[in-house]
């Protein structure tokens, strides 16, 4: 069984002014159509109003489908939503599942009865991912006094106590700061490493994408505009690298051939060429050639660039 599956599926809105008037049909998701298999770990990514939220709450029950169809672990989400939510779990980033006024531990206790998990498993996963989310210290803390990050790490714990077979996360590192996202990511990556748990998430973070997901897909204007693994596109449309070389001394810039610009800092130099008409070795040798070598390294397009220039200019 297909962790999710799509087939054409399409939400159209209709939008009017005041008192009703100038009404008209919206698009936001327009025949989206890609399948996940269970254990995959998938972003999902696109700019502001591409359709990625509409998505995720078509195949979290949230909003029917005008058209096309879904399913999430064997069930159809909009017609069998009270089934499907003790198999699924949901974190978005800027809403709340947590009880406000209430200790960490308590909003932990109550979703516990929501979902009906025997006591035993729920200590278990409570340990496991109090442990993981290094959640010990403000247990007891009303949620409302915690930050951000504090926040989010709640979240991410109240959407997997139940053990959920597929997990939604929409925008879940939003605002958090560098310390925080990198203990959500570490701690999704090792969810799906060790309990095989589907997670598709969407963010505008590419990096953070890049760092736990193989696969990718890409929407835009509502329509899916790419599907397939994060280094193909990488392969597809990062062909510029920058060689930054150390040289001995401060220099004027190197002339050498197939290099389009040089950037020059003391006695760093930053060599921008493209992988296609010379290759990293012939260009380090044709340095090494001129002047002498300190240090060198070389830098990849950032994924970030690669998205833009997909949105830009198309596949």
Do not use: C
């Given at each position: 069984m297909l962790a999710i599956e799509t087939g054409?599926?399409?939400?159209?809105?209709?939008?009017?002014?005041?008192?009703?008037?100038?009404?008209?049909?919206?698009?936001?998701?327009?025949?989206?159509?890609?399948?996940?298999?269970?254990?995959?770990?998938?972003?999902?990514?696109?700019?502001?109003?591409?359709?990625?939220?509409?998505?995720?709450?078509?195949?979290?029950?949230?909003?029917?489908?005008?058209?096309?169809?879904?399913?999430?672990?064997?069930?159809?989400?909009?017609?069998?939503?009270?089934?499907?939510?003790?198999?699924?779990?949901?974190?978005?980033?800027?809403?709340?599942?947590?009880?406000?006024?209430?200790?960490?531990?308590?909003?932990?206790?109550?979703?516990?009865?929501?979902?009906?998990?025997?006591?035993?498993?729920?200590?278990?996963?409570?340990?496991?991912?109090?442990?993981?989310?290094?959640?010990?210290?403000?247990?007891?803390?009303?949620?409302?006094?915690?930050?951000?990050?504090?926040?989010?790490r709640g979240e991410l714990t109240a959407a997997l106590l139940h053990d959920p077979e597929v997990v939604f996360l929409d925008e879940p590192t939003i605002g958090l700061d560098v310390v925080s996202k990198g203990r959500v990511l570490d701690f999704l990556a090792t969810l799906n490493q060790e309990r095989g748990t589907t997670v598709l998430m969407t963010t505008h973070d590419v990096a953070d994408l890049e760092r736990l997901c193989r696969r990718m897909l890409i929407i835009d204007h509502g329509r899916l505009i790419y599907d397939g693994s994060v280094a193909a596109i990488r392969e597809r449309f990062g062909l510029e690298r920058t060689l930054v070389v150390d040289l001995d001394t401060a220099r004027q810039p190197l002339s050498l051939p197939c290099v389009d610009a040089v950037e020059v800092d003391g006695s760093r130099q930053r060599l921008r060429f493209r992988r296609d008409r010379i290759s990293a070795a012939a260009l380090i040798s044709a340095v090494a050639e001129v002047a002498p070598v300190a240090d060198l390294a070389i830098e990849e397009t950032p994924i970030e660039d690669i998205v833009r220039r997909v949105y830009r200019e198309g596949l």
């Open positions: 054409g599926l399409t939400k159209r809105f209709v939008r009017s002014g005041w008192f009703g008037r100038n009404r008209r049909e919206v698009t936001a998701v327009d025949g989206v159509t890609f399948r996940v298999e269970p254990g995959e770990l998938v972003g999902y990514i696109g700019p502001n109003g591409a359709g990625k939220s509409t998505t995720i709450k078509m195949l979290t029950g949230i909003l029917y489908p005008t058209e096309g169809r879904a399913s999430v672990a064997g069930l159809t989400p909009s017609a069998e939503r009270k089934m499907l939510a003790k198999r699924i779990g949901v974190v978005f980033g800027q809403r709340r599942q947590l009880w406000w006024d209430l200790p960490l531990r308590e909003s932990f206790d109550l979703l516990r009865h929501v979902y009906g998990v025997p006591a035993d498993r729920h200590a278990r996963n409570l340990a496991t991912f109090v442990d993981l989310l290094e959640l010990g210290p403000f247990l007891e803390t009303p949620v409302r006094q915690l930050s951000l990050g504090q926040i989010m």
